[in-house]
């Protein structure tokens, strides 16, 4: 079995994309930019709100920002 991946994420007009591999994220990249006109902005800091850490082998994901400024709205921060 083929342990090698392509995830594709889209939010409203912004869209990530994760691969295992650097040839399979220029296929995908690719394979979009054969139907739509896309601007590859590099590595993403921030989407939709939501904190992006990216080394080598791993991507943390944190809200945390985000969780903090609704239980301040809401009276529990």
Known sequence: MDENFVIITVWVNDML?????????????????????ITDLGVPSKIVGIKLTISPDSIFISSSRYIDTILLREGLG
């Open 17 to 37: 994309t994760f691969a295992t591999t650097v040839e399979l994220k220029n296929k995908a990249k690719a394979d979009v930019q054969s139907k739509w006109e």
